[in-house]
C-alpha cells in the first residue's frame, strides 16, 4: 500500500509531525492548515488521509506520534542502507560502481585490530596466497593480540582413497608453507566430513565470508584465489552490523565446539 504520507520526505514529515504535536495544526485538520507544511504535490492526498484518521478517532497528537514512528523507522532504514554495500568482482567489469572484492578483503585486514574470521572452500599458494595474505600476516606477526581464525576445505579428489589422516597432514605442510606468508600462523580449521570416502556422507565447507573485531561482514562468493578476487564474476555484500558478525563468529565457534569442525595444528 503506497499511503500518502509515506510518500512524503523526511523533512515534511518531520515538520508535519512537529506542527501537530506544537498545535499549530489543530483539529478539525484543514488544507489551509496543511498548506505550509505539506509539499503542493502531495496536499490533497495528505489532507485526505489525515482526515481519514481523525475520522477514526485519532487526535493531531496520536497523528504526530504516527510520523514520529514513521520517521524513526525510515532513518533505521537509511543507516541500514548506508551499512551495506555491494561487493563485485572483476572490476574491469563493474559497470554500477560496486565495490571490488580484493580492495574490500584488504580494506577489512587493515580495519581490523583484535580478529579476523576467514572462511573459504579454496586457497591460492606461493605468490598468490602472499599477494592475499601478505599483509595481514605481517600484522599478525607485529600485532601479538591480534587473531586471525581460517575455516577451510580440504578437498578428497573423486575416488581416491588416500587415508584422511595423510590428506590432513598434506593439507597442514601446504598451509605452513605455501599459503601462510607470515611467521605467526593463524588458528585453522575444516569439516572432517569433507575426507568421507563415501561420496554420499562427503561434504564440503563451501562458505565464503570474513567478519572482523565482531563488527564487519562480508559475505561473497568468492573463494581466497587471485582468480576469485580479481577475474571471476563473483558477488557479496559488506556489512556493518554488530549483531550479524557476532552471530556469524559464534555459528563457527559453536561448530568448533560440538566438533563438526576441527582445528589443525600448524606448528
Not at 592475499?132 to 600476516?137: H, K, R, T, V
Not at 554420499?200 to 573485531?213: E, F, G, T
Amino acid at each position: 500500500m503506497n499511503h500518502p504520507l509515506r510518500r512524503l520526505g523526511m523533512a515534511a514529515l518531520t515538520g508535519l509531525a512537529d506542527a501537530l504535536a506544537a498545535g499549530t495544526i489543530g483539529a478539525p485538520i484543514t488544507r489551509a492548515g496543511l498548506g505550509p507544511h505539506v509539499p503542493d504535490d502531495h496536499l490533497d492526498a495528505v489532507w485526505a488521509a489525515l482526515t481519514a484518521l481523525e475520522a477514526d478517532g485519532m487526535a493531531p497528537r496520536h497523528v504526530a506520534r504516527a510520523l514520529r514512528l514513521l520517521v524513526e523507522e525510515r532513518e533505521a532504514g537509511q543507516r541500514m542502507s548506508d551499512r551495506v554495500e555491494l561487493v563485485w568482482s572483476p572490476p574491469d567489469l563493474d559497470a554500477i560502481d560496486a565495490r571490488d572484492t580484493a580492495v574490500v578483503v584488504q580494506e577489512l585486514f587493515r580495519r581490523a585490530k583484535g580478529s579476523v574470521l576467514i572462511s573459504t572452500f579454496a586457497l591460492d599458494e606461493k605468490k598468490k596466497a602472499a599477494a592475499l595474505f601478505g599483509e595481514l600476516a605481517a600484522r599478525m606477526d607485529a600485532e601479538p593480540a591480534l587473531l586471525v581464525r581460517v575455516f577451510a576445505n580440504i578437498h578428497r579428489k573423486h575416488h581416491d582413497d588416500t587415508p584422511s589422516i595423510a590428506l590432513v597432514r598434506e593439507f597442514t605442510r601446504r598451509v605452513r608453507e605455501d599459503v601462510w606468508p607470515g611467521q605467526r600462523l593463524p588458528e585453522v580449521f575444516y569439516d572432517p566430513r569433507s575426507l568421507e570416502t563415501d561420496g554420499v556422507k562427503r561434504a564440503v565447507l563451501h562458505a565464503k565470508a570474513v567478519v572482523v573485531d565482531g563488527r564487519w561482514t562480508l559475505l561473497t562468493s568468492a573463494n581466497f584465489t587471485e582468480a576469485a578476487q580479481e577475474r571471476n564474476i563473483e558477488a557479496g555484500v559488506v556489512i556493518d552490523d554488530k549483531r550479524l558478525a557476532q552471530r556469524m563468529t559464534r555459528q563457527f565457534d559453536q561448530w568448533v565446539e560440538a566438533g563438526v569442525l576441527r582445528g589443525i595444528v600448524l606448528t
